[in-house]
C-alpha cells in the first residue's frame, strides 16, 4: 500500500483523471473531494463488503431449493411507507 | 449451446440469448456472460453464469416492490434474491440492482447509496 502524507486543500491525482482533494479534517472525520470520469464508480468500502456478502451468501442459498411458497405477499416497499 | 446447471440440469439454448455483464457481479467479477431464465409461472428468474453454469442467482423483478426504484433506458432491474427455509427469511438486495437490457443483450450491477434500499430487504409478508 502507498501511504501518502496530504494537508487540507492539497489533491491526488490518480491516473491523471481521478482527484481526491482533502476538504477537512476534524477529530474523527476526513472530507474528501471525488472528481472522477462518471464511468469510475465510486463507492464506499462498507457499502460494497456487505454488498460482496450479500451476493455470495445469494449464491450459497441459491444451492437450496425453496419449499413450495404458501399464500405469501409480496412486501411492498411504498406499502411500508405508507404505515410508517 | 449447452450447460450444465444446477437447478435445471442441462439447458440447450441459442447463443443470442448470452447476456453480456462487461463488469460481472459484486464479489463475482470474474463471470462475464450469463443467461436470464424463467420457467412457467414461476416467482423467481434466474440469473445463470455460463463461464461457470453450477453458479446461479434467483432474481425478482424490483418494480413489483417498489414502483419508485430508479430505472434505467430499455432496462429492467431485478434484484438478487437470497433464499432461505424458512420464506420469510428470504431476502432480496434492493441496495444493489441488477439491470438487462433484453435487446442489447447486455447486464450490469450498480449500487444505490441510499437508506431506503437495504441489502437485506425481506420479500414476503404473512
Redesign the interface.
Known sequence: MLILTRKIDEEIIIDSEIKIKIISISENNIKLGITAPPNI?I??GE??E??????????F???????P??K???????KKNEES | MKIQTHQFGELDFGEELILDFPSGLFGFEQLKKFVLIKIGEELFYWLNSIEQPEIAFPLFGISVIDENFPVEKESEVFGIVTLNRDPMQVTINLKAPVYINQNGKLGYQKIIDKENYPVKYHLFVE
Do not use: D, G
Open positions: 464508480e463507492l464506499r457499502i460494497y456487505k454488498v460482496v456478502q450479500s451476493t455470495r451468501e445469494a449464491f442459498q441459491s444451492k437450496n431449493s425453496l419449499t411458497l404458501p405469501l405477499k409480496i412486501n411492498k416497499l411504498n
